[in-house]
Every structure is written in C-alpha cells, then in structure tokens.
C-alpha cells in the first residue's frame, strides 16, 4: 500500500487451494472471505464495516446524504439530532485509494489493540472508543462542523504505537521504523498530500490524552480515572464481549491478594516485525 506493505492472508481450507494459492472455484474464495471476515474481532469488524457502507451509501450510490451525519452541534442542541455524535466517525474521505489506505490502518491498528492489548477484556476496548468519541467531539464544538472519522481512527494508531513502541512497521517494503513514530510519519505523509493538519494534530493529541491518563497518571497518583466501569462492563458481557465484573465480597478479596501473578503486564508478541 502506499504507506507500506500491507497484505491479508486468508485460510485454505481444500488441497487445492492449499497447493498452488489459486482459487480454482467461486465457493473457494467465498469461504476464505467468510473465513477472514468472521475472524475479524467484533467492534473492529462493526466499525470498519460501517465505515464502507456509510461511504458507499453517501458517496458512490447517494442514498445517504452527508448533511445527515456530519457533526453539527447547533443541531444536536436545537433538534436533538444526537445521531450525529456518532454518525460523522463514518466518514473518512471519499472513495478512493486514500480511503483504501485509512480502511488499512484500522485493520491493522485499531484490529491490533482490540485483538492483543484489550484480548481479554473487550469492555476496556469499547471504552478507549468512547472516550476518543468524547474528547473529539468537544474539540469539534470549537473547530466546526465536520467529519472527525480520522482523528477517531489516528487516536487508535497513536495508542498502539504507545503499546508496541518497539515493533518494526516497514513502508513501501523500502525502510522500517519503530512504531513508535508510526503516527507521526502517518500524518506527515498525509499532510506533504495536502491533507490539512488539524484532524491530525487532533487524532494524536486524543490518543495521548488517553494513554497518559490510562497509564502514566496512575503510577503517579495511584489513582485509575479511565477505569471501565461496570454498568459498561455488564453490557459488554451481554453483547457477547468479554465476562460481567466481580462484585461484592469476591472483588474485595481479589484486589486485597498479595499472591503471585504471573505473566502481569501488557505483554510484547515475541519478534513483533509489523508490515504495512
């Protein structure tokens, strides 16, 4: 892709396919598409998929107009439009190989945290989103009405890169760097394109916001203020997305148990070399 080398490998699932890499029939490729679509995980899989649909349904087919979703906040203060906080993180920019390239970095980026860094707990994964959503759309109070889809999603890459800072992301197959600078090289490319700054500059601040409070605050102050809460995790639980909280008695015991944990901490994939 243009911002590296990027690819999606999907699963064989005949001898033939398993031989040479062809796909020898339409049920083939239907099955590894399933097959790579249904292993995506679910609030990645969601996002990104209404992402296309959104851009198709508005740009390619005009069946949605973008008046309706684009963030106005003197109509969602007037006419109770509350849709719009959420409707406007749909739109990235127009079909394009720009677009393709955005779609690429939540696969990669956004799909990595929720599939590494919040495995086991999905609810702190939705409430990273949440909060992205909530910074971004009180800074939008003050710059305008717009689309904030990409400071939503450069949030996400910023946050892994904090999380695997010494992962190598490779550009172009040419050079790697560390993925610490991921987000910012991201960003200078799109504005050396001409893409304005501003949605950068927000997408990253947003993403710091949330790892210096997620995790450099607390070491500080032994205080956690962007602790999921539970009502957020119960409703996870019911959706399907990770285990309801421990309450009561069996929690107080729990935090209280001076035992050995093992393996605590975040936790590095061994020989992590990320390619985009």
């Known amino acids: 892709s243009f911002y590296g080398c990027w690819g999606v490998r999907f699963g064989c699932r005949d001898a033939a396919m398993a031989r040479d890499g062809r796909v020898h029939n339409a049920n083939d490729l239907g099955t590894g598409l399933n097959a790579w679509y249904g292993g995506l995980p679910p609030v990645t899989r969601t996002y990104m998929t209404l992402v296309v649909v959104a851009t198709v349904a508005s740009f390619t087919l005009g069946v949605l107009p973008l008046s309706v979703m684009a963030l106005r906040w003197g109509l969602v203060l007037r006419r109770f439009e509350v849709w719009r906080l959420v409707t406007h993180f749909l739109i990235l920019t127009k079909p394009s190989f720009v677009f393709i390239i955005y779609i690429t970095w939540i696969h990669s980026y956004m799909l990595g945290l929720e599939k590494e860094t919040f495995q086991f707990e999905p609810a702190d994964f939705v409430y990273m989103l949440m909060f992205f959503a909530g910074v971004i759309n009180l800074a939008a109070a003050a710059l305008g009405p717009g689309f904030y889809g990409l400071p939503f999603v450069l949030s996400s890459v910023y946050v892994w890169s904090k999380n695997f800072p010494d992962a190598q992301v490779s550009f172009f197959g040419l050079f790697k760097v560390k993925a610490f600078y991921v987000p910012f090289v991201f960003a200078s490319m799109d504005i050396l394109m001409g893409a304005p700054y501003i949605p950068h500059a927000i997408g990253i601040a947003t993403g710091h916001l949330y790892f210096f409070f997620k995790e450099l605050y607390p070491v ?9 809460p539970h009502w957020l995790k119960r409703k996870c639980a019911d959706w399907g997305l990770g285990r309801p909280p421990v309450t009561g ?21 061994l020989g992590s070399d990320t390619q985009r």
């Open 249 to 269: 008695p069996a929690a107080s015991a729990g935090m209280a148990d001076p035992g050995f944990r093992a393996f605590a901490g975040r936790g590095m994939r």
């Open 220 to 228: 500080t102050s032994g205080h956690r203020p962007l602790g999921t």
